[in-house]
Each structure stands twice: as structure tokens, then as C-alpha cells.
């Protein structure tokens, strides 16, 4: 049985149209865990060692700079982001050969990453970020402890090279992030329990644990985003419009540390400001708005095909 054969289910519980066995997603949990925490950052790891070893670079020295991010560089921001998109191809193997199903199902009830509707999440996206805008000149500005308030960082190779990795390897850190907890864990709590609350509250919370010590600020911030971009996902039946928003989050963030802060603050926040809070709210809730009506409107369905006379396959909520 696939999931076509279970006619309109949506995203959070699409692991029902799957291999049966209520045991699977806790060991995918765990699977994914391990994977994502200890193998994939190691085989990133020794990618990174035989490139400094074919450059005739220390490939200790070169090694232990990578993972300092402390004191991060702009390779070993290129590793983090790398690291964490290997999300993705984790999650495929667990979805295929633990559930059965098809890497696309993870993407949407399409099954795949719907573009015309991530394209204009990302333009909703820019709209939200305008009214985070007005309400942020109206509190102390900061960033995820990121002061933005002081004089435009002097342009250097370093700079250059910062904004190469974010403008290019940022999206796919975000996407991995999003594969992980709004796509797979969504998937497998929410096939697990069937209550969406539960399918969008536990990823939110992981989302947040994942970022390691934080104030409690910035642990709050965290947690909202992933219960916004959780509904985001539930909602709209994919993860389009999680990505969409994490990328310009993540490009903004970057973007600011690069041009006024510095990077190592971006990546390690520790005191936060609870100012923060109501900027990310507008931006979250004014972007979850704006998703939802225009999902509505351009008729993006949230679940998956349901039969309709003659067993003719139509989409249960829309055309996208």
C-alpha cells in the first residue's frame, strides 16, 4: 500500500501511507540523530582533510581551524553549512529504506519541492521582512546578539569570501535544517501520535535544543521560529515555505554580522536580548499570514491526492 492509497492525508501524517510498525520512527529519530550529530559531520570532515592534504596545507592545523568556531573562518562556516545540508541526503535513505516511501514525500504532498510556491514564499518572505524592519527601529537593534547599530565593517578578501559562502551555501544549510526538523521529525511524530500540535511543538523544541548553550532569550526565538515554520509546513502540505523563511532568516542574520558585527557572535549568542522576540514574532507571524492566504488563494494543497470518480487522482485542495 502506498501513500496514494490513503486517500487525503496530510503532510505531518504521510508515514502513515508507509511500511507499518509504530516502532520506525523512533529508531529513524534516533538514526537521524546519529547521523546528523556524529557520521555526517565526520565524512565532511575528512572531505575537507584531503583538500587540505592535495594543497599541500597541515591537514592537523588546517583540521582543528575548521571546526573552531569560536573563531570562524570562512571555511569553516563553508563546513557548517555543508554539515548541516547533509541532512538531506539522510533523510531520503531513512524515508526510503526505513519507511518505504519516497525521498519526494518529504518535500511536499506533491511529492516534490513545489518551485512556483517556493518562489513566491520567498518574495511573502521580503514583505515580512519589511514590517520586521519597522518594528525592529523601534528597539535596541540586535541580531541574535549580533550590535548592528555601529559603523559598516571595512571590505576585505575575507569579507568577499564570507558572503560567497553564505549567498551560496546558506540556503543549503537552511534547507538541511528544515529537512530534518519540519520535514522528517514532523513526519514521524506526527505519524506516530496523528495529533499536529505534537508534530510541530516536539520538532520546535528539538529545532531549539540543537543550537546547543543559549540564553534564554535566544532558546524562546528559536522555539517560535520552529513552531511558525512548523504550522508553515503543516498548513501548506510541504516545505516550501519553511525554507523560504530560514533562508532569508540565515541570509540576514549572516549578512548583518558580515557587514557591522563579526561572525563568531552570529554563531554563538549567549546573553540575547529579549528584544529580539518581538522582531522575530512580527516577521514569523506576519510571514505565517501572508503564507496561509496566499496558499488559499493560489489554491496550494495540503495534502496528499484524493480519489475523485472514476479513481481519476485530483488534488484534494488545489491545483499547486
Not at 596545507?57 to 573552531?68: A, H, T
Not at 541570509?251 to 529580539?276: E, H, K, Q, R
Not at 492566504?293 to 494543497?301: N, S
Request: aromatic share 10%; net charge neutral; hydrophobic share 50%.
Amino acid at each position: 500500500m502506498t501513500v496514494e492509497d490513503h486517500a487525503g492525508l496530510p503532510y505531518h501524517r504521510i508515514h502513515r501511507g508507509g511500511r507499518p510498525g509504530w516502532w520506525r520512527p523512533f529508531l529513524g529519530v534516533v538514526l537521524l540523530a546519529t547521523a546528523f550529530i556524529v557520521v555526517v559531520p565526520l565524512l565532511v570532515q575528512l572531505g575537507f582533510a584531503i583538500g587540505f592534504a592535495v594543497t599541500g596545507r597541515d591537514v592537523v592545523e588546517s583540521s582543528q581551524r575548521l571546526l573552531d568556531l569560536d573563531d570562524p573562518t570562512p571555511v569553516s562556516l563553508a563546513y557548517l553549512n555543508l554539515a548541516i545540508a547533509g541532512a538531506i541526503p539522510v533523510a531520503w535513505l531513512i524515508n526510503r529504506y526505513l519507511h518505504g516511501l519516497r525521498p519526494g514525500w518529504l518535500a511536499s504532498v506533491r511529492p516534490r519541492i513545489r518551485w512556483g510556491w517556493l518562489v513566491a514564499c520567498l518574495g511573502l518572505s521580503l514583505v515580512a521582512l519589511v514590517a520586521t524592519l519597522l518594528v525592529s527601529a523601534m528597539v535596541p537593534q540586535t541580531v541574535e546578539g549580533t550590535e548592528i547599530g555601529g559603523g559598516v565593517n571595512e571590505y576585505t578578501t575575507t569579507m568577499r569570501d564570507f558572503l560567497l559562502v553564505v549567498a551560496f551555501l546558506t540556503p543549503l544549510q537552511a534547507a538541511g535544517e528544515e529537512y530534518a526538523f519540519r520535514g522528517y521529525l514532523t513526519q514521524a511524530f506526527g505519524g506516530a501520535f496523528g495529533k499536529a500540535w505534537i508534530a510541530v511543538l516536539v520538532p520546535a523544541l528539538l529545532f531549539a535544543l540543537a543550537h546547543g548553550g543559549q540564553s534564554a532569550p535566544v532558546f524562546l526565538d528559536r522555539f517560535a521560529f520552529g513552531v511558525v515554520a512548523g504550522l508553515a509546513v503543516v498548513l501548506t502540505g510541504g516545505l516550501e515555505a519553511g525554507i523560504a523563511m530560514h533562508v532569508l532568516n540565515n541570509w540576514l542574520a549572516f549578512g548583518l554580522a558580515i557587514a557591522f558585527g563579526d561572525m563568531a557572535s552570529t554563531l554563538n549568542p549567549t546573553g540575547g536580548s529579549w528584544w529580539s522576540i518581538p522582531v522575530t514574532l512580527t516577521q514569523s507571524l506576519v510571514y505565517l499570514g501572508l503564507v496561509v492566504w496566499a496558499a488559499r488563494r493560489l489554491g496550494v494543497r495540503s495534502t496528499t491526492q484524493t480519489p475523485f470518480g472514476g479513481g481519476v487522482l485530483l488534488a484534494s485542495n488545489g491545483r499547486v
